[in-house]
């Protein structure tokens, strides 16, 4: 663990709650997404995390650049997945503001994948996983029956959703049958050798520089049962939020090189991130290709790609 990204224990956790909401940014057009090879992308979409929405016009201005952003593209994109922790408080304005810019901008993600991070459960599980799944049944047409995750197909690629089906502070609670549902929709999912995307809000344990950079950040106990499973199949991308970590050297790895099992820490939207590149409104979005993925981290608030000396500004990985 290099110096530049240790911290003391609870220096992340405050800084991840306290974000700020007095600036408003607009998005610019003068340099709109551009695929690598647009007419041979066989999926595309973009990540986004901890957005922290508070009831608040500014914030849901923010948010909203977004949206703007990828429809001043002449890219078309099938869906947005939104890692986690969509409000800051869990009240229920704040998920009626960020529900507004996704039911205003269907056009621009046809699809939208959400799934609850600690914020949006810690004060108030029942009530707001319930608010959260009956979104994503709308958005998505399914019935998730009162479940915290789900599985979706989009184009012959399937993405899974997992999360916590308890009340926690920081990490996540999985039960051996939602393991046990990941484990099918992963065999089903990578049948026909493609990858496969799975997304949660916490990341797995010792990964991404964890426990070093937050003591708390990891997904729980059921960390390592998880991980074990996906790493069973090939080309599976794993996707969390949560660590507010920017883009760093931490930002991608592998779980199991050979399946070709990697992890992506998506960078937290609402407010500056915590090492390398730091700036709010960053995310990634996905080209997904016939023989890889290639990831491109964007400012979706500012409009511009993130510049930096970082290897996962830009990346891609070869599917086996």
């Known amino acids: 663990m290099s110096e530049s990204i240790f911290i003391t224990k609870y220096v992340a956790q405050l ?20 695929f690598k090879d647009s007419e041979n992308v066989k999926l595309s979409f973009a990540m986004i995390a901890d957005t922290h929405l508070i009831d608040n016009e500014i914030a849901e201005k923010n948010l909203a650049n977004v949206f703007e952003d990828v429809r001043n593209s002449e890219e078309k994109f099938d869906a947005l997945l939104m890692a986690g922790d969509i409000a800051e408080y869990g009240k229920k304005k704040e998920y009626q503001r960020f529900f507004r810019a996704v039911d205003e901008n269907k056009d621009v993600f046809p699809h939208v994948f959400l799934t609850m991070g600690n914020h949006d459960v810690r004060f108030q599980y029942k009530r707001n996983q319930k608010i959260i799944m009956d979104k994503v049944n709308e958005c998505l047409g399914i019935n998730t029956n009162g479940k915290s995750y789900y599985s979706y197909d989009i184009k012959g690629y399937t993405f899974i959703v997992i999360g916590t089906e308890k009340r926690v502070l920081e990490k996540a609670h999985i039960t051996q049958e939602q393991i046990d549902f990941l484990d099918r929709e992963l065999q089903r999912g990578t049948k026909d050798g493609k990858p496969v995307f799975v997304m949660c809000h916490q990341a797995f344990q010792e990964t991404h520089g964890l426990p070093e950079v937050w003591k708390t950040g990891d997904m729980g106990e059921q ?98």
Do not use: W
């Open 15 to 34: 800084k991840a709650l306290s974000p700020k909401y007095d600036v408003v940014y607009d998005v610019s057009k003068e340099n709109p997404i551009v």
């Open 223 to 320: 960390s390592d049962q998880v991980r074990a499973v996906m790493e069973k199949y090939k080309n599976v991308i794993f996707i969390n939020g949560h660590l507010h970590g920017g883009i760093y050297e931490k930002t991608f790895e592998y779980l199991n090189k050979e399946n070709n099992v990697c992890s992506l820490s998506v960078p937290g939207y609402r407010k500056e991130n915590n090492f390398g590149i730091k700036p709010c409104g960053m995310g990634y979005y996905a080209e997904v290709y016939s023989d890889k993925i290639v990831f491109v981290a964007r400012n979706f608030m500012f409009g511009e790609y993130v510049k930096g000396d970082c290897e996962f500004v830009e990346f891609e990985i070869q599917l086996i």
